[in-house]
């Protein structure tokens, strides 16, 4: 059983930054592709950004040149560095791992939420 757990969210300012942290467990991490994704109040939950087994990245729209994914293989880790912080970065953000036709595992979620 896949296991994942998110932290590192909190209140901050426009303009400031954050670092996400989600810890995987149960699971041969490096076969896994792994993604956030956000959900604001009354909207879906979307893609932030993600990154394939081999390396690849790929960023929403309106994150892209502000937010970096990153991963650890050997310690099971995925992050998420968020710079310049707007109020409409606010949502829970959740961690994904899927491995196709096996699992698509989720967290418990944190909460951002950045100040005007």
């Known amino acids: 059983q896949v296991r994942l757990v998110e932290s590192g969210g909190g209140l901050v300012q426009a303009g400031g930054s954050l670092r996400l942290s989600c810890a995987a467990s149960g699971s041969i991490f490096s076969v896994n592709a792994m993604g956030w994704y956000r959900q604001a109040p009354g909207k879906q939950r979307e893609l932030v950004a993600s990154?394939?087994?081999?390396?690849?990245?790929n960023y929403a729209d309106p994150v892209k040149g502000r937010f970096t994914i990153s991963r650890d293989n050997a310690k099971g880790m995925v992050y998420l560095q968020m710079n310049s912080l707007k109020p409409e970065d606010t949502a829970v953000y959740y961690c994904n791992a899927k491995r196709p036709s096996v699992y698509d595992a989720w967290g418990q979620g944190t909460q951002v939420t950045v100040s005007s």
């Open positions: 990154m394939s087994s081999g390396g690849s990245t």
